[in-house]
Nanobody, 127 residues
Framework: QVQLVESGGELAQAGGSLRLSCTAS????????MAWFRQAPEKERQRELV??????????YYPDSVKGRFTISRDNAKNTGNLQMNFVKPEDTAVYYC??????????????????WGQGTQVTVSS
């Protein structure tokens, strides 16, 4: 079993930066691919992938909406994952979730492939 807890969400000005953290419990986390998703207020039940990373950090994936602005990383020794958000925009406003999957190696882009989720952290970007 893996439990995930996000932190770092807050109010930011457009053009600024935020760093989200995900702290995991359970030894298995280091062998699980992980990702960050977000859910905007107007998009109920729709979680959008913003970044994914393999268990060994060899590969990452970003959709065009955040490519060049967001960076995902992880530290398996500390059981943590991070999302560095630069040049944030008002459209980045959402609840951000950390997720992990037991499916094994590779990049997984769909929310339904992830078994473990945190409770979410609110990011609000003002213009």
């Amino acid at each position: 079993q893996v439990q995930l807890v996000e932190s770092g969400g807050e109010l930011a000005q457009a053009g600024g930066s935020l760093r989200l953290s995900c702290t995991a419990s359970g030894r298995a986390f280091s062998s699980y691919p992980m990702a960050w998703f977000r859910q905007a207020p107007e998009k109920e039940r729709q979680r959008e992938l913003v970044a994914a990373i393999t268990s060994n950090s060899e590969r990452t994936y970003y959709p065009d909406s955040v490519k060049g602005r967001f960076t995902i990383s992880r530290d398996n020794a500390k059981n943590t994952g991070n999302l560095q958000m630069n040049f944030v925009k008002p459209e980045d406003t959402a609840v951000y979730y950390c997720a992990a999957t037991s499916r094994g190696g590779g990049i997984w882009t769909r929310a339904e492939y992830y078994d473990y989720w945190g409770q979410g952290t609110q990011v609000t970007v003002s213009s």
